[in-house]
């Protein structure tokens, strides 16, 4: 596991290891730099910073290159199938300096170009240099599911890539500038979608795709998706045969990832997924897994629905066998937000990257490795929003008069009941009596919103709100359902989830949050074996069973059903409960007072101060739930305090770093 870095026609050494420096704890192994530049002043560098996994010694160092130094690598990752490939290419007459993975992509590019991703089981993301040609080629990749970040910006005959936004930053000529068509999408959904990111200019490589710079041309292509079959699909096998094929899948890929030259060991929040990780690492392992739960004090928990109970995790580890870490942590919120702001590059107001961020920094002391149960729910239907999609439908069949004259006013007018057990029902109430009369992809569109269009109108600034007006923030939800249109509804849910929620929320933070701690995550439900086999042979009712009260991941539970006590089987799903309610309330309030007040607001241009005061009051008096958007606020102008203000070519002339006039059509580049 690495940083990555990457300059075509832009910077120079220097720039490289300035870039090094500021991604220094995605690798404090080792770093390396290596640059070339051509008669005619044309230039490429690369850059890495190592995270030693396989192959601890020297061997490992990068860029990395082939034999006569024709062929140079970058790279970020773990390639799982990597023995086989090399004993493959050993046949074929290609020699190995070291026992990395990292060279075995190399010598593979050498042997079969581009199409060498098609090969590659893992999570990567690198940059190769070929200087075989005429001209020189750089030719980047990302995986299959975008486990591992991309980000670039290109102009011309300039390019510049990194694992990190802040290295981007490094690049003279690379501004920070905030872009608007982002900013609308974080509004409405407290993160921004691939490929935008909220800088104007820079961009991710989608997962699943590679491109290629040569002679200043910027060649995007896709290399893999997911496929559904159609919603008339026949599904021929029976389900014993599917509970076995998944249960052998689900082993197989597990024990894949439990490669490495370090220790291995797993989060444990006793859910299904991390449960079912944890009890199939404990069969295939010779020793004890280290495993690690993290909770917060029962002050923290009043109102709250969650798995939170470190119990239960205690007793299953016990049972398994595990050397178990139940890390109890208070932090410092106010001190703890703004870290982790910098290292996520951009605002994230899903409060789950805290937890994700403590339970890496405490696991580092032992376990260099921690494998996470990222991807179950969205490969094997476990969220609760596929359960509101059938009850959107049932409920569309209820009288239109006593649905939204009698019903949704009734629903919506609830008290918030904060710091009660019936908060989160309350909540749920709310959100169905928004979504729920709406056509099925609106309606989980809705579902995914937490600040819709009339709340942004009402708190934006006139000028900021005229120029949003028109634009559509679930543009790449719509296309990925367009991609997917022939299949059950089902299906298209988790083929969105997968592609976008999965891909720029969960991963990104998994990703961010970890090498934050030098730590590695990996994900076993993202084994293409398994996530294809899930997307192409199981039913959609064998992932969701029934309509009513439906069995979340159905299929997976019959699967693990033998490895796992009926305590964890049983248990509802529930998110991890990070205490954001708690925290406004009381060390959080005034730092809201604070960054949130009429004068920052004002100088900021963005947000009307008396709506946001009329935000907080609602909120500190218990008329609304508005937690998540005063996080989502407070997150943003933390994150502009660091990106935007130290921008200097910005701050004069525009203190927010905000364009309304790149509004037209959301498409951006910064020169170099």
Same mark, same amino acid.
């Given at each position: 596991?690495?940083?990555i870095?990457?300059l075509v026609n832009?910077g120079?050494?220097?720039?490289l290891v300035?870039?090094n420096q $500021?991604?220094?704890?995605?690798?404090?192994?080792d770093?390396?730099?290596w640059?070339?530049?051509?008669?005619d002043?044309?230039?490429?560098?690369? +850059?890495? &910073?190592?995270l030693?996994?396989l192959?601890?010694s020297?061997?490992?160092h990068?860029?990395? #290159? /082939?034999e006569?130094g024709?062929?140079?690598?970058?790279? /970020?990752?773990?390639?799982y199938n990597?023995?086989?490939l090399?004993r493959?290419?050993?046949a074929?007459?290609?020699?190995f300096a070291?026992?990395?993975?990292?060279?075995?992509?190399?010598?593979?590019?050498?042997?079969?170009?581009?199409?060498?991703?098609?090969r590659l089981?893992?999570m990567?993301?690198f940059?190769i240099?070929?200087?075989r040609?005429?001209?020189?080629?750089?030719?980047? =990749?990302?995986?299959?599911?975008g486990?591992k970040p991309f980000?670039y910006?290109?102009q011309g005959?300039?390019?510049?890539?990194?694992?990190?936004i802040k290295a981007?930053?490094?690049?003279?000529g690379i501004g920070a500038?905030?872009?608007s068509?982002?900013?609308?999408q974080y509004?409405?959904l407290?993160w921004?979608p691939?490929?935008k990111?909220?800088?104007?200019?820079?961009?991710k490589l989608?997962?699943g795709h590679s491109?290629v710079f040569?002679?200043?041309?910027?060649?995007?292509s896709?290399?893999?998706d997911?496929g559904? %079959?159609s919603?008339?699909a026949?599904?021929p &096998?029976?389900?014993?045969?599917?509970?076995?094929?998944v249960?052998?899948?689900?082993?197989?890929?597990?024990k894949?990832q439990?490669?490495?030259?370090v220790?291995?060991? +797993?989060?444990? #929040?006793?859910?299904?997924?991390s449960? #079912?990780?944890?009890?199939?690492?404990a069969?295939l392992?010779?020793h004890p897994?280290h495993t690690h739960?993290?909770t917060?004090? #029962?002050?923290y928990r009043v109102g709250? !629905?969650?798995?939170?109970?470190?119990?239960v995790a205690?007793?299953?580890a016990r049972?398994?066998?595990?050397?178990?870490?139940?890390i109890?942590v208070?932090?410092?919120? @106010?001190?703890?937000?703004?870290?982790?702001?910098?290292?996520?590059?951009?605002?994230?107001?899903?409060?789950?990257?805290?937890?994700a961020f403590?339970?890496?920094r405490e696991a580092r002391g032992? @376990? @260099?490795v921690?494998?996470?149960g990222?991807?179950g729910?969205?490969?094997?239907?476990g969220?609760r929003?596929?359960?509101a999609?059938y009850w959107?439908?049932a409920y569309?069949?209820?009288?239109?008069?006593l649905?939204?004259?009698?019903l949704?006013?009734?629903f919506l007018g609830?008290?918030?009941?904060?710091? @009660?057990h019936?908060?989160?029902?309350?909540?749920?109430? !709310?959100k169905?009596?928004?979504s729920?009369?709406?056509p099925?992809v609106?309606?989980?569109?809705? /579902?995914?919103?937490?600040m819709d269009?009339e709340q942004?109108?009402h708190?934006l600034t %006139?000028i900021?709100?005229?120029?949003? /007006?028109g634009?559509?923030?679930?543009?790449?939800?719509?296309?990925?359902?367009?991609?997917v249109?022939h299949a059950d509804?089902?299906n298209q849910?988790l083929?969105v989830d997968t592609k976008?929620f999965?891909t720029?929320l969960?991963l990104?933070?998994?990703d961010k949050m =970890?090498?934050a701690? =030098? $730590?590695?995550?990996?994900? %076993?439900?993202?084994?293409?074996d398994?996530?294809?086999f899930a997307?192409?042979?199981?039913?959609p009712r064998l992932?969701?069973?029934?309509?009513v009260?439906p069995t979340t991941?159905?299929i997976?539970r019959?699967?693990v +059903?033998?490895m796992l006590?009926?305590e964890?089987?049983q248990?509802p799903k529930?998110?991890?409960? $990070?205490?954001?309610?708690?925290?406004?309330a009381?060390?959080?309030?005034?730092? $809201?007072d604070?960054l949130?007040?009429?004068?920052r607001?004002?100088?900021?241009?963005?947000?009307? %101060?008396?709506?946001?005061?009329?935000?907080?009051?609602?909120?500190?008096?218990?008329a609304?739930d508005w937690s998540?958007?005063?996080w989502?606020?407070?997150?943003?102008?933390?994150w502009?305090e660091?990106?935007?203000?130290k921008n200097?070519r910005?701050?004069e002339?525009?203190?927010?770093?905000?364009h309304?006039?790149?509004?037209?059509?959301?498409?951006h580049?910064v020169?170099m």
């Open positions: 596991m690495c940083g870095a990457g832009c120079d050494r220097s720039t300035r870039m $500021v991604q220094a704890h995605r690798g404090p192994d770093s390396g730099t640059e070339k530049r051509f008669p002043d044309s230039y490429i560098g690369l +850059a890495s &910073r190592r030693a996994i192959d601890l020297e061997s490992g990068m860029p990395m #290159s /082939n006569d024709s062929v140079w690598i970058t790279y /970020n990752g773990e390639i990597f023995q086989d090399r493959e290419l050993e074929k007459g290609h020699r070291s026992r990395t993975d990292t060279e075995v992509i190399v010598h593979l590019y050498e042997e079969e170009g581009p199409k060498c991703v098609e089981d893992g990567f993301a940059g240099c070929d200087l040609g005429t001209v020189p080629t750089l030719f980047v =990749s990302r995986d299959h599911f486990i980000y910006v290109q005959s300039s390019l510049a890539f990194a694992s990190e981007l930053l490094q690049v003279p500038e905030i872009d068509v982002a900013l609308q509004l409405t407290l921004v691939d490929p990111t909220m800088f104007r200019g820079i961009y989608p997962a491109a040569q002679n200043g041309q910027w060649t995007v896709k290399y893999w997911l559904f %079959p919603k008339e026949q599904y &096998r029976s389900e014993a045969e599917l509970v076995d094929e249960q052998e899948r689900f082993r197989r890929a597990v894949s439990m490669i490495a030259d220790p291995v060991g +797993a989060f444990l #929040s006793a859910g299904l997924d449960s #079912s990780i944890v009890a199939a690492m069969e392992s010779d897994v739960t993290i917060f004090p #029962s002050k709250e !629905k969650t798995l939170d109970d470190p119990r205690e007793r299953f049972k398994m066998g595990c050397e178990h870490q139940t109890v208070d932090p410092d919120v @106010t001190d703890l937000l703004p870290k982790i702001t910098w290292h996520m590059d951009e605002p994230t107001a899903d409060p789950a990257i805290i937890a403590l339970v890496c032992n @376990t @260099t921690l494998l996470s990222v991807g729910d969205e490969l094997f239907a969220y929003k596929y359960c999609h959107g439908e569309r069949k209820v009288p239109t008069l649905r939204r004259g009698f949704e006013p009734l609830m008290p918030s009941l904060r710091s @009660t019936l908060k989160g029902m309350i909540r749920l109430a !709310k169905m009596a928004r729920g009369s709406l099925a609106e309606r989980f569109l809705m /579902n995914c919103t937490y269009g942004q109108e708190l %006139p900021i709100s005229r120029a949003m /007006n634009l559509d923030p679930y543009e790449r939800h719509r296309a990925c359902f367009k991609l249109e509804f089902l849910m083929y976008i999965m720029s969960n990104t933070y998994a =970890s090498m701690s =030098s $730590v590695e995550v990996r994900v %076993p439900f993202l084994d293409r398994l996530a294809e997307a192409r042979s199981v039913s992932k969701l069973h029934g309509t009260g991941k159905y997976l019959k699967a +059903a033998g006590p009926a964890v089987l248990q529930a998110g991890f409960g $990070v205490p954001v309610d708690y925290w406004l009381h060390e959080l309030k005034p730092m $809201v604070d949130l007040s009429e004068s607001l004002r100088k900021r241009g963005i947000f009307e %101060p008396n709506a946001v005061r009329s935000l907080v009051q609602q909120h500190r008096s218990g609304q998540m958007q005063i989502q606020l407070l997150t943003l102008e933390i502009m660091q990106f935007i203000d200097e910005n701050v002339s525009n203190p927010a770093g905000f309304p006039a790149s509004l037209s059509n959301g498409r580049a020169g």
